[in-house]
């Protein structure tokens, strides 16, 4: 089958239209934020610090923030840079403006300003227009990146990019199935589209810029295949665009084994499918998160979710990894708790990094497992599409082929249902529509009939909430009380 | 006894739906008549829901912290639309940042909500209270 | 070769002075002390709490601590036990009395009663006595363990163990040539001699108390072989008096697969020797000991290191875990940064309690390397002492065959240094008289030569003196700056 | 220049080597000839060590918490013993608990101490200090 890029008439056809939904867009010229992107030293560049980490073996550390105004973003950035030891920095944008509420983020600027402190839970970057965003670029020396949850993000990477960021989070599913309510997957296929071109025109103009499709999703007992098959489909359609430095994605699950199995298979999985495609001109690099699910409001406790966090990024030799701290149950941290999550984690990188993980052949089995379920997947989104991945992951999506728990999506078909098994392991409790193969779910199914027996109780929805919140009230595998 | 109806939801542009699930399953089974608007539900969504449900109290979650601008206005809202008398409970992350919890229930309490929840709440606590105030309601409309 | 108990003449000689060398030994009744321990609930057993966590393969969790005064020492207790969460006590011994200094000690509570605040650095509980200690054990729910340092601990044994304690550490390597400058290892071992009898005593008159020896040492670099075979000869010794209830300590080195090689090595080697001295009539139990070396001082990373001890010590399946706190580096915890090392812990061991450890062949391989470690040392103890392992063990410390790195002791050869590999790995740099066979110090030279090599410079002191700091510095093996 | 004498030596009952051993091996490279007296050293031999090694700097160390029991009257005693002048260095952990290093600083001045340091400090820093201060003391002999 053949695909091709966004061609340049539809491309700069939206662009137009685009730039004029909001005053900030306004004769934005893309020359010269390429030109302005050039000025940017490559000490700052994204892609090439991850490209670097690869090759070095580092893990990198970089933490989530972002408030309403500029003097106190800049504020917090500087102090997670030189406090928290951070070695990427991030800019969260705020949740109105992730659903293009640019007016309902202005009113949240005014109240902040107001309120002397923010009110958003996040940087409103469109509303601060391009030169907002250089402020802040500029005012850091640790290569920095948009960190979202947008739908729609045409507007936003316009602006952030021209604005000096030079990596970009995002992706057509994943920054929509689990993020929107409303959204149709087709359209935010479309947009995150867009996205990749004008990141793929940056680097045909030898503009380095780093793409990171978001890997956790709902961040909550999410089983490895699923985000595997999220984060190949996303990754081959930035490609396809032009996208020259990608970071796959992977929010711990919380089993040591089954999370270096899945950093282990993202990594091959993705040459796999990427040359399978045809693509082999690319920097590929990974990203784990820490625990993505509710913390323990105890600090201390916390601290114990991210040092685990921080453990198993090492050990599976992730590239680069999402820093918690210890605010997490509570609320938005303060640049201090922030700081402290970074340190914390910068301790255990760095105990951590000289030791080599011996894997043994049952450990090398699960790796297989993972790999099985996601071809299951991916061999059910090109089939639907017939060769079309764009529209196989649609009509899968419809299917229920594929499938993310917990999502509020309408477009997610939202029947399956995950469940730990008696190490902790995430498994597949009711499959829904899932493409899994007969004995891949034999397999699912004969371990969370062991756990049953070790607790004495059927396999049932309560052991689903039970392992919700397990991890918050202190344990993996929700236990009867 | 019938159940009692009650509405649920996310307030603003929130689409934390991990709670908003199981909440739902939990105020079902402690007999409650759940109406759950999901995520992302606005004011009006859940002041109509609630007309349309007959329900006797609305239960806000917010957890991405816009709890301070969204859930603003809604009781005085409420009362333009007739519903003097109905039960408003909030519960979530209410605010931006950890604050202490005395300090947000106050807040909410101002803006004329009922009862106000932290994250770390007992829901068999909630629904407990939940009973108790809606019998008492019922009883003065008596 | 034969053996014999400790004979009671001897021992109610050696008693009957003992006692009178402080005032609140004098009219101590072993009849009475026994008898009110058989008061003491099942649920406060220590020895029976051990067994029954090996049984269901917990890790219970037990914290340092101990002050000046009564009332403050069981504040302090009560708290752990609640805001702690501990499942185990300690009552952790001043420093005077650890070195029969009573008379300093008794200034040191008078001083403390001045100062509102504790001067010394734990419970000086001889100088409190039996009733003092009585107040101490009856006021808590969970057992509780003398923990000290003490080469001479008769005195403290006899009191304490009347007083209701049923835990009692150290023996007479650990608790001397890490602890003590003077004192000769032979005085040290007759004197630990007289405490397992003394223990072995309330065994034979059915009151269960369990023995611990002291695993990590000097807690610096220790290579497991080398705490390993003090370990063994303590626990054998102890066995030799009558105790039934064993635990075996080990201090964690900082590899994961190293940590987990030594203690699954330490069980399997215990029950071959001990079984090899003819016991089989003992309940073995492990305790894991969190990171005592130099602690970073920033909080943040404290935590990050008491987690790391907390992970290995629930993979490795220790039935017990020491637990450090946030302020290490810089004094002794208050009662609430004690109690936060308890629950950042308790956090750790709950989320991994369910996870199985897959060992791989390579890892497989270390578990041997520390067994031939460890059968040099025994068979050189063995041998210089002609089958008497006291007597061996002197001869064996004073050669140099058995020596422990950084000791204070001048009965410690103190010429072997340690060192760590490319992975972090505690390897011998230098051997000194250690009795390591040739082929084993040639795998440790190569796996020398392998850091070296990856740093550019020559195997040295400086390497020594840099991995000494690295923890506390960030890191686990001490790179050049 | 001849390298100067220093006594150095962790007081009390304190057992703590591998900062001492780690001590005498950065002063002797720093310049120093190091009288290491190693740990449990009482003030007596403090005093003797330095009047038979004609050193200008005591350098003790405390690391088990004792510190301020057993470091009082180490000056008087050394004015008694005529050592009217000599440096008294002291360093590690020196009070029971976490303290603010500026109280615990204080402390020890006021005992005698001419220089005071945490478990942090930085020794190249110490050896800078140790070489001004005897040459100040050496300028004010001469
Ligand atoms: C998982 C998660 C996500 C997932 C959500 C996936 C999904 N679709 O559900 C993802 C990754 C997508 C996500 C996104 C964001 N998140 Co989020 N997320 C979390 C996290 C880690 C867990 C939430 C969860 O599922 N908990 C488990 C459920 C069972 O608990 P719960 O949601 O708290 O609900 C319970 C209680 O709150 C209570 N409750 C809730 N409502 C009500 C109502 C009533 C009446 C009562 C009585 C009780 C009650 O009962 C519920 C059931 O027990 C929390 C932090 C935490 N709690 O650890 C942050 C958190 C909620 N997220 C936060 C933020 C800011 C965001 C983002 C804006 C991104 C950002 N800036 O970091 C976006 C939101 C974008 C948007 N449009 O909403 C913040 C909110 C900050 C604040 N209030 O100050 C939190 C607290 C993290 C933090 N400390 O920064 N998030
Ligand atoms: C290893 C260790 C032990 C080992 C010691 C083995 C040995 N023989 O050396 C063992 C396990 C045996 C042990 C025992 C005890 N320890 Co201890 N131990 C430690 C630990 C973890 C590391 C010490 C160390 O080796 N650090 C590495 C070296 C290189 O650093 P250092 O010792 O700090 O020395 C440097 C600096 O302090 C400075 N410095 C030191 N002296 C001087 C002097 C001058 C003039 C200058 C300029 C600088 C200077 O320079 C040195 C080199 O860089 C510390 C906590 C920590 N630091 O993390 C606790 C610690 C020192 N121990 C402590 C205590 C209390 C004890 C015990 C009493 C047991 C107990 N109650 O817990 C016993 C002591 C019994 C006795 N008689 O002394 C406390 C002291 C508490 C306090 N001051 O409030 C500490 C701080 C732990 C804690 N937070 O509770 N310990």
Same mark, same amino acid.
């Given at each position: 089958?053949?695909?091709?890029?966004?061609?340049?008439?539809?491309?700069?056809?939206?662009?137009?239209?685009?730039?004029?939904?909001?005053?900030?867009?306004?004769?934005?010229?893309?020359?010269?934020?390429?030109?302005?992107?050039?000025?940017?030293?490559?000490?700052?560049?994204?892609?090439?610090?991850?490209?670097?980490?690869?090759?070095?073996?580092?893990?990198?550390?970089?933490?989530?923030?972002?408030?309403?105004?500029?003097?106190?973003?800049?504020?917090?950035?500087?102090?997670?840079?030189?406090?928290?030891?951070?070695?990427?920095?991030?800019?969260?944008?705020?949740?109105?403006?992730?659903?293009?509420?640019?007016?309902?983020?202005?009113?949240?600027?005014?109240?902040?300003?107001?309120?002397?402190?923010?009110?958003?839970?996040?940087?409103?970057?469109?509303?601060?227009?391009?030169?907002?965003?250089?402020?802040?670029?500029?005012?850091?020396?640790?290569?920095?990146?948009?960190?979202?949850?947008?739908?729609?993000?045409?507007?936003?990477?316009?602006?952030?990019?021209?604005?000096?960021?030079?990596?970009?989070?995002?992706?057509?599913?994943?920054?929509?199935?689990?993020?929107?309510?409303?959204?149709?997957?087709?359209?935010?296929?479309?947009?995150?589209?867009?996205?990749?071109?004008?990141?793929?025109?940056?680097?045909?103009?030898?503009?380095?810029?780093?793409?990171?499709?978001?890997?956790?999703?709902?961040?909550?007992?999410?089983?490895?295949?699923?985000?595997?098959?999220?984060?190949?489909?996303?990754?081959?359609?930035?490609?396809?665009?032009?996208?020259?430095?990608?970071?796959?994605?992977?929010?711990?699950?919380?089993?040591?084994?089954?999370?270096?199995?899945?950093?282990?298979?993202?990594?091959?999985?993705?040459?796999?499918?990427?040359?399978?495609?045809?693509?082999?001109?690319?920097?590929?690099?990974?990203?784990?998160?820490?625990?993505?699910?509710?913390?323990?409001?105890?600090?201390?406790?916390?601290?114990?979710?991210?040092?685990?966090?921080?453990?198993?990024?090492?050990?599976?030799?992730?590239?680069?990894?999402?820093?918690?701290?210890?605010?997490?149950?509570?609320?938005?941290?303060?640049?201090?708790?922030?700081?402290?999550?970074?340190?914390?984690?910068?301790?255990?990188?760095?105990?951590?990094?000289?030791?080599?993980?011996?894997?043994?052949?049952?450990?090398?089995?699960?790796?297989?497992?993972?790999?099985?379920?996601?071809?299951?997947?991916?061999?059910?989104?090109?089939?639907?599409?017939?060769?079309?991945?764009?529209?196989?992951?649609?009509?899968?999506?419809?299917?229920?082929?594929?499938?993310?728990?917990?999502?509020?999506?309408?477009?997610?078909?939202?029947?399956?249902?995950?469940?730990?098994?008696?190490?902790?392991?995430?498994?597949?409790?009711?499959?829904?529509?899932?493409?899994?193969?007969?004995?891949?779910?034999?397999?699912?199914?004969?371990?969370?009939?062991?756990?049953?027996?070790?607790?004495?109780?059927?396999?049932?929805?309560?052991?689903?909430?039970?392992?919700?919140?397990?991890?918050?009230?202190?344990?993996?595998?929700?236990?009867?009380? | 006894?019938?159940?009692?109806?009650?509405?649920?939801?996310?307030? $603003? #542009?929130?689409? @934390?739906?991990? +709670?908003?699930?199981?909440?739902?399953?939990? /105020?079902?089974? &402690? $007999? #409650?008549?759940? @109406?759950?608007? +999901?995520?992302?539900?606005?004011?009006?969504? /859940?002041?109509? &829901?609630?007309?349309?449900?007959?329900?006797?109290?609305?239960?806000?979650?917010?957890?991405?912290?816009?709890?301070?601008?969204?859930?603003?206005?809604?009781?005085?809202?409420?009362?333009?639309?007739?519903?003097?008398?109905?039960?408003?409970?909030?519960?979530?992350?209410?605010?931006?940042?950890?604050?202490?919890?005395?300090?947000?229930?106050?807040?909410?309490?101002?803006?004329?909500?009922?009862?106000?929840?932290?994250?770390?709440?007992?829901?068999?606590?909630?629904?407990?209270?939940?009973?108790?105030?809606?019998?008492?309601?019922?009883?003065?409309?008596?």
């Amino acid at each position: 089958m053949s695909f091709n890029k966004l061609d340049m008439d539809t491309f700069n056809q939206i662009r137009e239209e685009l730039l004029g939904t909001w005053p900030t867009g306004q004769g934005l010229e893309l020359e010269e934020a390429i030109a302005y992107q050039k000025t940017i030293p490559e000490s700052k560049n994204f892609a090439v610090a991850m490209q670097r980490a690869s090759k070095e073996g580092k893990t990198l550390l970089q933490p989530r923030a972002g408030v309403a105004l500029i003097p106190d973003h800049i504020e917090l950035l500087k102090y997670l840079e030189t406090e928290g030891e951070a070695d990427l920095l991030p800019t969260t944008i705020d949740a109105y403006t992730r659903l293009n509420r640019y007016q309902e983020a202005a009113n949240g600027i005014a109240r902040s300003l107001e309120a002397k402190t923010s009110l958003l839970n996040g940087f409103p970057a469109v509303n601060h227009g391009v030169p907002g965003c250089r402020q802040v670029t500029e005012a850091v020396s640790k290569p920095i990146q948009v960190r979202h949850g947008t739908p729609d993000a045409r507007l936003l990477a316009e602006i952030t990019l021209a604005g000096g960021f030079t990596s970009f989070e995002g992706g057509g599913i994943s920054y929509n199935i689990p993020y929107a309510k409303k959204v149709p997957l087709k359209k935010s296929i479309d947009d995150w589209r867009y996205v990749d071109r004008l990141t793929g025109i940056y680097e045909e103009n030898g503009v380095h810029i780093n793409r990171e499709p978001f890997g956790p999703l709902t961040g909550t007992l999410v089983p490895p295949f699923i985000s595997h098959a999220v984060a190949l489909i996303e990754g081959i359609l930035a490609l396809r665009e032009g996208v020259k430095s990608i970071t796959l994605g992977y929010g711990q699950a919380g089993n040591l084994f089954q999370d270096i199995a899945a950093m282990i298979s993202l990594r091959e999985l993705a040459h796999e499918y990427f040359l399978r495609e045809g693509f082999e001109d690319y920097e590929l690099t990974t990203v784990f998160h820490q625990w993505m699910g509710g913390f323990p409001e105890d600090e201390a406790k916390a601290f114990s979710v991210i040092s685990w966090g921080a453990s198993v990024a090492v050990l599976s030799n992730a590239d680069k990894v999402i820093v918690k701290s210890p605010h997490e149950a509570m609320g938005i941290p303060t640049k201090e708790a922030n700081a402290q999550g970074l340190r914390c984690t910068r301790q255990m990188v760095s105990m951590l990094r000289d030791q080599k993980f011996l894997v043994s052949e049952d450990h090398r089995e699960e790796i297989e497992q993972i790999k099985r379920e996601v071809k299951c997947i991916m061999d059910a989104v090109y089939s639907l599409g017939n060769g079309d991945i764009e529209a196989g992951t649609i009509a899968a999506f419809e299917a229920g082929a594929l499938d993310i728990p917990f999502a509020p999506s309408m477009y997610n078909h939202g029947k399956i249902l995950p469940m730990r098994d008696n190490d902790g392991f995430i498994r597949v409790f009711n499959k829904g529509n899932l493409a899994l193969s007969d004995d891949v779910m034999a397999y699912h199914r004969d371990k969370l009939e062991e756990r049953a027996k070790a607790e004495g109780r059927k396999v049932s929805f309560q052991m689903v909430t039970d392992d919700i919140y397990a991890i918050s009230k202190g344990g993996l595998v929700g236990r009867p009380r | 006894m019938r159940p009692k109806n009650i509405v649920l939801g996310v307030i $603003g #542009f929130d689409c @934390h739906s991990v +709670g908003n699930k199981i909440l739902e399953t939990f /105020f079902t089974e &402690a $007999g #409650f008549k759940v @109406h759950n608007l +999901g995520v992302m539900v606005s004011q009006e969504e /859940f002041i109509n &829901a609630a007309i349309e449900t007959n329900s006797k109290a609305i239960m806000v979650s917010s957890l991405y912290g816009h709890g301070e601008i969204d859930c603003a206005g809604l009781r005085e809202r409420c009362i333009e639309k007739g519903l003097d008398d109905i039960l408003l409970y909030v519960g979530g992350n209410l605010v931006v940042g950890k604050t202490p919890f005395a300090q947000v229930e106050e807040k909410f309490l101002k803006m004329g909500y009922d009862r106000v929840f932290g994250p770390d709440c007992s829901l068999e606590h909630v629904a407990e209270l939940l009973h108790q105030d809606l019998l008492s309601r019922e009883e003065k409309e008596d």
